[in-house]
């Protein structure tokens, strides 16, 4: 990254661009989710509409802040 460049910007939008977001954004997941193999105990595919795919969303939704950043660092594993 240049130097001048670096002297335009803030500290906290240099974090941004470095560090990414703060907080985790469930909706910018779920467009980015992709969906593979079929349902558990059906032979419905898994997809956005699939009820267990819903449930998923909504409890993560739903959950704190900490525990959304320890669902990502464990899917990152």
């Keep these: 990254m240049p130097e001048s460049l670096i ?12 560090c990414g977001k703060n907080e985790i954004d469930v909706e910018l997941l ?7 193999d079929t349902g558990a105990e059906s032979t419905e595919k898994w997809g956005p509409d699939h009820p267990t795919i819903k449930n998923f969303w909504t409890y993560l939704e739903n959950e704190e802040q900490d525990m959304k950043k320890s669902f990502i660092r464990f899917c990152w594993g």
């Design 7 to 18: 002297n335009t910007v803030t500290y906290s939008e240099l974090e941004g661009w470095v």
């Design 30 to 36: 779920q467009q980015v989710a992709f969906y593979k």
